[in-house]
């Protein structure tokens, strides 16, 4: 058998292939990102980037009740954004499967917060398989399929970091030579979810999640494994591999599905065992259905709630076993950091110049809070810059009111951003609110959306007037600027910071990441030491391309990663960045 | 047979992820369970990255247990110090000498650490400093500092030399794999 490695993300997509889907739509968000770009590859699925995870998961819907299997990938906070349509969407059930992947991330690697979305198949009563490696993602992957239109439901994968982003071994198998042709048909009373359909159907729900729950405890996803018979250990994903780390000797029953639980399987496991403990990360999800069994088990109280498990947290956790002391004395932190050439670095410095109070989003210019920008007062989720600036405004006096200037990403601005500057134009708010336009979702690695002008598969296709659109909602006073110019920034932000009424700034520079956006050659700098003073003025940009010379009390510019933007130039007062001629 | 665990260390853009793939794959060739691990969210943007690869009989969790890693391979000189606590007492440390400001030294408000290499060595005698950038401009391109390093890393690892360099064609772009098998040879020599 020939075996290559995957990551837990490769699999699920080649799964999707396997399993003969049609349709795969997301909306990026690490960890599960990878899913989708690794779509692109089987041109039989159709695979596209949604605005927001709401739609994403409206399409999918859309594909299976036209009879086509469709997957629908997400992280762990994008489910919040598509919980409308996923809880009516359990009650409708499907015609082709539709698997929801929602990718955690324990730890919050790259997160605004560390949610357990076991918590949500209990919540809309939808089955729920959590893969522990990538074989298992794969496999897993293609009997969600099954198992969704076994059932008529939607089925969710639980993915984590530690599962997504991890490579192992994996067996391919190949695609179905019959895929079923997509058709309309219809079926109101089960499609159209007014009350007195939903109402039937809501019976329908309660008495699947008890098929469910009694087939599972039969099927080879939930096994044991038997160890020397004196400890139990009840596990599932990631955790598992830790536990056969940790107890080898053990016997461990693997959930390979969370939701709903194989009550008689576990009432039958646990009834060996004096010491029986539930390994899981995050939430007492096991532990406490578990209890609620009447059965005793060791869990949270040991191990803990916060962060993600590894085998020495869990060895410490169960056997006081000591974990090596961090490494920190006297070793300067390698934060990230804004790219050289970043457009959003600029913005940030004005900012922080103008005193700005910035509700501020999520994107790479959320870095824009880190020393030396420091430019940003709050971040909750995706779009809440606008609809915090305004209600701050609200509430404070005319002239703390100037202050407030919202800052949103392009992908952001059109994800959930757009609803709240229709609010603002409509309820009359008086902040500014700067759109960052880099043409790009940047933070997750730079994935098309509707301001690219290229499809997720790198076609052309059209791209959102931002300038018109913010005119269109009602917006009188739209600036468009170019970023990298220092001068011009610094006089749009203080002029619209001080007026009394809603303004929208467009920064435009594209990401300079993206090789296409940035066809014209700028040459690197270099500092001329005779014209440096040593004022520092540039160091307040945080350039990675600049650093500081202790001996020479001087600046330098590292001509390997400067991309030329001279921004920093334009801080100078004494001319003392150059153009290095090619 | 039992685990070896490799923890790889170093800055974004610094080519970590090419090395540990490129060892993952050889490991795979070898018949061997590998398992590789990384955080790379952020890997982009300059920020420490680590990679964790395990290869053995039958490897469970990717994650390498804390203080069993058996090779520390290191691509900047304060990385390394960072992951020190990670490893055995007999491990063995494969480390470039090449220096990144992180932004508080770049910005003149600390200082980059002193001595660390004495440090290192005087923790784990058995260490093996590498001047990888000053190997890879004799070669002739700068960023193939991650394949001299992967050089000196074979030579502590018990895997034939003709799966390194099959695991080389396949996973380096071909206008680039001249360069880079020339980079790897002179990797190897480093002892
Ligand atoms: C609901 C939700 N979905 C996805 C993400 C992941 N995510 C973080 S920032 C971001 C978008 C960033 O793009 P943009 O606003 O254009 O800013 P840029 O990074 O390009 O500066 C995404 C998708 C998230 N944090 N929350």
């Known amino acids: ?39 692109v590859q089987y041109k039989e699925v159709d695979s596209s980037w949604a605005p927001n995870e709401k739609v994403a998961l409206e399409v999918g819907i859309g594909a299976c009740f036209g009879g086509a299997r469709a997957l629908v990938t997400m992280k762990h906070v994008g489910v919040n954004v598509a919980a409308d349509p996923l809880f009516t969407l359990t009650y409708t059930g499907v015609r082709g499967g539709l698997v929801l992947v929602t990718a955690d991330d324990p730890e919050l690697h790259s997160s605004q917060n560390e949610q357990d979305n076991r918590n949500y198949a209990k919540f809309a009563k939808v089955p729920m398989f959590e893969p ?201 932190q390698r934060p990230p950091n804004m790219c050289p050439g970043c457009p959003h670095r600029g913005v940030f410095m004005e900012l922080n110049r103008a005193k700005a109070y910035v509700t501020g989003d999520i994107g790479c210019y959320t870095l824009g809070f880190m020393p030396p920008l420091s430019a940003m007062d709050t971040c909750v989720c995706m779009g809440a810059s606008i609809g915090n600036a305004t209600g701050i405004s609200k509430v404070l006096s005319a002239e703390e009111q100037r202050k407030v200037v919202a800052v949103i990403g392009d992908s952001t601005f059109l994800h959930t951003g757009i609803n709240g500057l229709m609010d603002m134009a409509y309820n009359k708010s008086t902040a500014t609110v700067i759109i960052l336009d880099n043409r790009i979702t940047a933070m997750t690695g730079r994935q098309e959306n509707p301001t690219s002008g290229f499809t997720l598969a790198d076609q052309p296709t059209y791209r959102v007037d931002m300038e018109q659109l913010c005119k269109a909602v009602g917006v009188e006073h739209v ?33 300079m990441l993206v090789p296409r956006d940035n066809l014209e050659r700028r040459n690197p700098l270099y500092v001329d030491h ?39 130039k334009q801080t100078c007062g004494f001319d003392a960045f150059q153009e290095i001629e090619a | 047979m039992n685990t070896t665990n490799i923890l790889l260390a170093g800055v974004g853009g610094q080519g970590i992820l090419l090395a540990s793939e490129v060892l993952s794959e050889v490991c795979l060739m070898a018949g061997l369970d590998v398992k590789k691990n990384e955080i790379h969210g952020m890997s982009q943007r300059g920020g ?7 290869f ?23 990385e ?81 030399h003709a799966l390194w360099l099959t695991a080389l064609e396949r996973m380096v772009p071909p206008k680039l794999l001249e360069i880079n098998l020339k980079a790897f040879a002179a990797g190897r020599e480093v002892k």
């Open chain 1, 132 to 332: 522990a490696d990538s074989q298992e993602a794969l496999d897993y992957t293609k009997l969600s399929f099954e198992v969704s239109e076994q059932f008529d439901t939607p089925v969710l994968l639980r993915s984590t970091t530690r599962i997504s982003h991890s490579k192992s071994a994996v067996v391919l198998g190949e695609r179905p030579q019959q895929i079923p042709t997509p058709s309309l048909k219809r079926d109101p009373a089960k499609l159209v979810m007014l009350p007195g359909n939903a109402r039937r159907r809501h019976y329908d729900v309660e008495e699947r999640v008890l098929r469910l729950e009694e087939w599972s405890c039969d099927q080879p996803f939930n096994r044991i494994e038997k160890g020397k018979g004196e400890v139990g250990v009840i596990t599932s994903g990631v955790s598992y591999q830790y536990v056969k780390e940790v107890l080898p000797d053990a016997d461990v029953l693997k959930l390979g599905m969370v939701y709903p639980l194989p009550k008689r399987l576990i009432r039958d496991f646990a009834a060996n065992y004096k010491t029986l403990y539930v390994v899981e990360e995050l939430d007492p999800f096991i532990e406490e259905q578990v209890r609620a069994m009447g059965i005793d088990v060791i869990g949270k109280d040991k191990l803990p709630i916060c962060g993600e498990l590894t085998p020495g947290r869990v060895a410490k956790a169960l056997f006081g076993s000591d974990l090596p002391a961090e490494n920190t004395a006297d070793l300067p």
């Open chain 2, 80 to 160: 390394t110090c960072r992951y020190l606590p990670l490893l055995r007492k007999d491990g063995r440390i494969v480390a470039s000498n090449w220096k990144i400001a992180p932004p508080s030294v770049a910005l003149g408000k600390q200082a980059y650490p002193a001595e660390l290499t004495e440090k290192i060595r005087s923790q784990f005698a058995n260490t093996t400093i590498v001047e990888g950038l000053d190997i890879a401009l004799e070669v002739g391109n700068a960023k193939t500092v991650n394949t001299v390093l992967l050089g000196a890393l074979s030579n502590m690892l018990d895997f034939d």
């Open chain 2, 56 to 78: 053995g009989e039958k490897v469970y969790s990717s994650i390498i247990p804390e203080g069993e890693v058996d090779i520390l391979f290191s691509f900047e000189l304060l």
């Open chain 1, 479 to 511: 600036k468009v600027i170019d970023p990298y110019d220092i001068a011009l920034t610094r006089k749009t932000v203080r002029e619209e910071m001080a007026r009394a009424e809603l303004s929208v700034i467009i920064t435009t520079r594209p990401c």
């Open chain 1, 530 to 568: 005779e014209l440096c003073t040593g004022c520092k003025a540039c160091l307040r940009l945080g350039c990675p391309a600049i650093t500081w010379d202790e001996q020479s009390k001087k600046s330098n510019v590292d001509k390997i990663i400067c991309v030329g933007c001279k921004v920093c």
């Open chain 2, 48 to 54: 420490s990255v680590v990679s964790h690869v395990r």
């Open chain 1, 1 to 39: 058998m020939n075996k290559v490695l995957l990551s837990g993300n490769e699999a699920i997509a080649r799964g999707t292939y396997e399993a003969g889907a049609l349709v795969a739509c997301a909306y990026p968000g690490t960890p599960s990102t990878e899913i989708l770009e690794n779509m």
